[in-house]
């Protein structure tokens, strides 16, 4: 497993990126031997680095969205390159409009963006690398259905039980990728359930 705290879409071809993404993932790439490959981003890139870019930039935040989008499609087609992949939705946004608890909650502030708006864009964010996915036959779970509570804003089952955390509650969240992960596995390498 390769996981880069902090790395966003936008910085994966900075090569002046702090995380160093970029070569990081095309490095794991290169060296793995796992016969599947699964990707899923954090919630930053929707929830707030393309807000901030838009208001820093003064850019259209579809605009934006649409950078994004674009940099996760190369990141999946050099993923493809390797071997068979599954791309997983990113998670919504958990932080409120009223969190101040955090560095991660002072940061967002910094947007104007409201919890909703990150929402919808995350959804939009998801529908469309789905509809990518689709089209190139690539193996896709959106898991924004299941993750909403009834206020359309993510469930507070999923809400992490530290207010300073803006990750999904762990539990939760692998309760929910093994009822919808491990069938689209065991049907790619059909196995019997």
């Not at 699964?38 to 208001?55: K, M, P, Q, S, T």
């Not at 992949?85 to 502030?109: F, H, M, N, Q, Y």
């Not at 995350?122 to 990518?132: G, L, R, V």
Request: hydrophobic share 35%; net charge positive; charged share 20%.
């Amino acid at each position: 497993m390769v996981s880069v705290e902090g790395a966003t879409l936008s910085g994966l071809e900075n090569p002046n990126s702090k995380t160093q993404a970029g070569p990081k993932f095309q490095h794991a790439l290169s060296e793995t031997k796992a016969s599947l490959i699964v990707l899923c981003l954090g919630e930053v890139d929707a929830g707030f680095v393309i807000w901030y870019r838009a208001e820093k930039n003064n850019i259209h935040v579809e605009d934006a969205a649409q950078r994004a989008v674009e940099n996760y499609c190369k990141l999946i087609e050099s993923a493809l390159q390797k071997n068979q992949v599954i791309v997983i939705s990113t998670p919504l946004p958990t932080l409120r409009d009223d969190s101040t608890e955090g560095a991660i909650a002072k940061a967002r502030a910094e947007i104007k963006a409201t919890q909703q708006q990150r929402t919808a864009l995350t959804s939009k964010f998801n529908s469309q690398i789905q509809q990518w996915c689709q089209a190139k036959g690539i193996s896709y779970l959106n898991l924004d259905e299941f993750s909403k509570g009834s206020d359309g804003l993510v469930s507070n089952l999923l809400r992490h039980p530290n207010p300073r955390n803006h990750h999904y509650n762990p539990k939760q969240y692998c309760k929910l990728l093994a009822n919808h992960l491990l069938p689209i596995v065991n049907k790619l390498f059909k196995y019997e359930e």
